[in-house]
């Protein structure tokens, strides 16, 4: 079993062992929608920057204006700044549904924040890769949470002009960061202990770290002193990818973690800038769109859940995103305006995606059936965060 699937496996046993210590009686599935009404007029989205255009950056990349004019539904988005954020805004009760990582899906269906969907109303479902479909972090007993956007790893970025040998390891923001002293750009979230954890599961194997985001007091020490020696280095943390982008445009970083999304922005610009999947893997996301438990145009957001499966809606996100498509409909669609792009993404290589840990919610429980075990949650991540970037 490869390292997603074991994450996802054991999310699910976390789902359920927090209800069992809870002392609740599992509740029954709701019905679920049995068709797609008229439109309400309007959906408002939690997202990621990136995940609903309307040609503002690029004319050619707009899949939002077409929507609205075949539906009726006025698309309204506020970008999240990570998932903590994503989670926080979705709580607020404010909004109709979300493009949820996997360290915020869990977290929206245990709390009942996300409605179960009925799969059988989407006509682009059925093309979706089977690799991307009933992933245990969207997925509770058979029933779906939503439906997947897409997917991909955290890369490690560099600038060529300076780093002139492809680098194979994350070693360069870790034990070598002296050398780039003040010019590493970092992911500027809770979840990043993960990366932390990830590099010492190869360095450092005596501790004994099985799953980056469940970690025992010892392990999330480690992480943590590996951390602040990062921090020792000068590193520059970015909240929104156009932070990043200028870090790296204007010189004053040279290496760090990155999304395809910003690379393929600055290489746009003639920026000497290049990513890799160092041979340890990496942390990454398996991103599902989900609709809120109380949202107020469901149908809108059913709409909206069809529409990003679409060849021509996927195909023109992920593209624009850097991220691998959902089906082989909207690869077709994305070699058209960016040809090798789902051998960029390795959009049909399962064997790539078991490098990758898909961001996941760190618990109490380790996410594991054995009561003995305890890890650090997500609160003390939180804390932890908060406390090294000294808010």
């Known amino acids: 079993m490869g ?23 599992p509740k029954p599935t709701p019905d679920l929608p049995k068709e797609i009404g008229a439109g309400e007029g309007a959906l408002n989205l939690v997202i990621w920057a990136g995940y609903a255009e309307r040609g503002e950056v690029y004319p050619e990349f707009d899949w939002v204006t077409g929507f609205e004019k075949d539906t009726g539904c006025k698309v309204a988005t506020t970008n999240m ?65 939503g439906v997947p956007h897409g997917r991909g790893p955290n890369l490690l970025a560099y600038n060529s002009d300076v780093i002139t040998t ?58 943590i002193a590996l951390l602040e020696k990062q921090k020792a280095n000068g590193a520059n943390y970015w909240g929104s990818y156009s932070d990043q982008v200028s870090q790296y445009a204007s010189g004053d970083v040279v290496t760090g973690t990155t999304w395809q999304f910003q690379v393929n922005l600055l290489q746009a610009e003639g920026a000497p800038i290049a ?15 989900m609709i809120a438990k109380d949202a107020k145009n469901p149908n809108c957001m059913y709409m909206w859940m069809d529409h990003m499966m679409s060849a021509e809606a996927n195909g ?25 792009h789902c051998a960029l993404t390795n959009a049909t290589n399962e064997a790539y995606y078991d490098k990758i840990w898909y961001w996941s919610t760190p618990q109490a429980d380790c996410a594991d059936a054995d009561a003995a075990t305890t890890c650090k949650d997500q609160d003390a991540w939180v804390a932890a965060w908060t406390a090294l970037r000294g808010g």
């Open 316 to 340: 023109q996100a992920t593209v624009f995103f850097g991220e691998a498509p959902t089906s082989q409909q909207a690869c077709d669609y994305a070699e058209t305006i960016s040809p090798g």
């Open 275 to 289: 990513a890799v999947l160092p041979d340890e893997g990496s942390t990454g996301w398996s991103d599902t769109w």
């Open 166 to 223: 492809p680098p194979t390891s994350w070693d360069s923001v870790w034990e070598d960061g002296s050398m780039y002293q003040g010019k590493i750009s970092i992911y500027d979230s809770s979840i990043y202990i993960a990366d932390a954890a990830l590099h010492l599961m190869t360095k450092q194997p005596d501790l004994k770290i099985t799953n980056p985001y469940q970690l025992n007091q010892a392990q999330f020490d480690a992480a």
């Open 3 to 25: 390292k997603r699937s074991r994450l996802a496996a054991l999310a699910a046993v976390a789902i359920i062992a927090a209800a069992c210590q809870s002392g609740a009686t």
């Open 81 to 145: 700044t990570d998932s903590n954020n994503g989670v926080s805004l979705i709580q607020s009760g404010a909004y109709d549904g979300i493009s949820a990582s996997g360290d915020a899906t869990t977290r929206l269906i245990a709390g009942g924040y996300a409605a179960p969907v009925n799969t059988a109303l989407f006509k682009n479902y059925a093309n979706v890769f089977a690799g991307m479909k009933d992933l245990k972090h969207n997925t509770v007993d058979g029933v779906n949470y």
